[in-house]
């Protein structure tokens, strides 16, 4: 059975730093990419950042809202994928939901993992 | 980036009765190599993660009741659910995959008349 679990959320000032993990289990890691898909509260579902293993190495692909400020990694020794999430802003409050996509390079999210909640206020 | 808008915004349906959700976005997902259209659509109960409903517009996710379809091609797709029942009510989404930046539509909510 897939299972998405992530942890890392809380609450955090403007301009501070949280990183968010996200552990996989239930299929092969490293064969598929993985994105990270926010939701503010009340709002629809914004795609924020994938890991995919296309382009001969893997290649990173950010939201512009994010960035610079936000990056993306994964350990497929340890089956986690990241989010190091810098310079928040309060428009970065939302649920942050790690998503299995269905191929390792482009493709539909098949599993989500319950989220964690990241607050940005002072 | 492509821009995904469904309609409408809200819809209500009696039980039993056809729900019709409809997503078109900015330029065409389809990818004219294998011929597929690089377009999902998810559901989102209250308090939940979005659950994957179709793929490729129109392939059904497997445990998924037959009752939702997917349909459309290049710029217009439809998600129907045939014989609403009340555990559809729900958030649903359409989203391109076509290339990044991903984006989803704003979202149809669906409730029961």
């Known amino acids: 059975e897939v299972q998405l679990v992530e942890s890392g959320g809380g609450l955090v000032q403007p301009g501070g730093s949280l990183r968010l993990s996200c552990a996989a289990s239930g299929f092969t890691f490293s064969n598929y990419a993985m994105s990270w898909v926010r939701q503010a509260p009340g709002k629809g579902l914004e795609w924020v950042s994938a890991s995919t293993l296309g382009g001969g190495g893997g290649t990173t692909y950010y939201a512009d809202s994010v960035k610079g400020r936000f990056t993306i990694s994964r350990d497929n020794s340890k089956n986690t994928l990241y989010l190091q999430m810098n310079s928040l802003r309060a428009d970065d409050t939302a649920v942050y939901y790690c998503?299995?996509?269905?191929?390792?390079?482009?493709?539909?999210?098949?599993?989500w993992g319950q989220g964690t909640l990241v607050t940005v206020s002072s | 980036d492509i821009v995904m808008t469904q309609s409408p915004d809200s819809l209500a349906v009696s039980l039993g009765e056809r729900a019709t959700i409809n997503c078109k976005s900015s330029?065409?997902?389809?990818?004219?190599?294998?011929?597929?259209?690089?377009l999902a659509w998810y559901q989102q109960k209250p308090g939940q993660p979005p659950k994957l409903l179709i793929y490729?517009?129109?392939t059904r996710e497997s445990g998924v009741p037959d009752r939702f379809s997917g349909s459309g091609s290049g710029t217009d797709f439809t998600l129907t659910i045939s014989s609403l029942q009340a555990e559809d009510v729900a958030v649903y989404y359409c989203q391109q995959y076509y290339t990044t930046p991903y984006t989803f539509g704003q979202g149809t909510k669906l409730e029961i008349k």
């Open positions: 330029q065409s997902v389809l990818y004219s190599s294998n011929n597929k259209n690089f």
């Open positions: 998503a299995k996509d269905s191929t390792d390079f482009y493709g539909y999210f098949d599993y």
């Open positions: 490729w517009a129109s």
